[in-house]
């Protein structure tokens, strides 16, 4: 069963706007992180952050977590064609062991030129 | 350095036959993970491996799946008697460690396996 739900599950933007997406998930976390998929294939790890901290940027990105609510959300800043892909939040779950990730079903971001 | 390798990375076969998946991790990475992602049931883990021990099986679907890691590298994922619904792409992953930030995954491209 997926441990993630994401929010919304299809967004499209024009290019230079701003695309926010958001993930729910169940049970207490170790660490929730952001991946990007193009055509179905290999996911490329965006940012990892941890059940401690609040905020974390990179680049363009910007990632919040609130544990009190369960949620996590993504903003992509400026958006470019290019970043046209799915987006998935994946949780490390407290009560796993080995770090396995549990990935919600995923937004499908299209930003237009 | 090289990221994670997947071959072949299509595969079609017919029912019944068995196939194997072989994935490359990183070098220096101690962990390995496959998942699965079709459409019905999105993105799945099935096991990891930390060295050459598999202590979590709990996401392989049937006994027809196996998998297993030799030399703390190259695992094979090995399918046997298959079916129309294990078609599916298959994904490895590989992390420096388990805990924290170390279990950062890197995926490979996938095997995008078919079953007639």
């Known amino acids: 069963s997926q441990q993630g739900e994401e929010d919304p599950q299809a967004l499209s933007i024009q290019e230079g706007e701003n695309a926010t997406m958001n993930c729910s998930y169940k049970?207490?976390?170790?660490?929730l992180q952001w991946y990007r998929q193009n055509s179905g294939r290999g996911l490329v790890h965006l940012i990892l952050?941890?059940?401690?901290?609040r905020e974390k940027h990179s680049g363009r990105l910007r990632v919040t977590l609130d544990t009190s609510k369960k949620s996590s959300s993504l903003l992509i800043t400026a958006s470019r064609a290019a970043d046209t892909a799915s987006y998935f939040c994946?949780?490390?779950?407290?009560?796993?062991?080995?770090?396995?990730?549990?990935f919600g079903q995923g937004t499908e971001l299209s930003v237009k030129p | 350095g090289a990221g994670v390798s997947q071959s072949p990375s299509n595969k079609v076969t017919e029912k019944g036959k068995d196939v194997e998946l072989r994935c490359d991790p990183i070098?220096?990475?101690?962990?390995l993970y496959w998942y699965r992602q079709s459409l019905g049931q999105g993105l799945e883990f099935l096991i990891y491996?930390?060295?050459?021990?598999?202590?979590?099986k709990s996401g392989l679907p049937s006994d027809r799946f196996s998998a297993e890691r030799t030399g703390g590298s190259v695992s094979t994922l090995t399918i046997q008697r298959t079916q129309q619904e294990d078609s599916a792409v298959y994904l490895c992953?590989?992390?420096?460690?388990?805990?924290?930030?170390?279990?950062?995954?890197?995926f490979g491209p996938g095997t995008r396996l078919t079953v007639l």
């Open positions: 992953a590989s992390s420096l460690g388990l805990a924290g930030g170390l279990n950062t995954q890197y």
């Open positions: 952050i941890r059940s401690n901290e």
């Open positions: 994946a949780t490390d779950a407290y009560y796993n062991q080995g770090g396995k990730l549990i």
């Open positions: 491996f930390q060295g050459n021990s598999a202590p979590d």
């Open positions: 049970t207490s976390i170790n660490n």
């Open positions: 070098s220096g990475h101690t962990a």
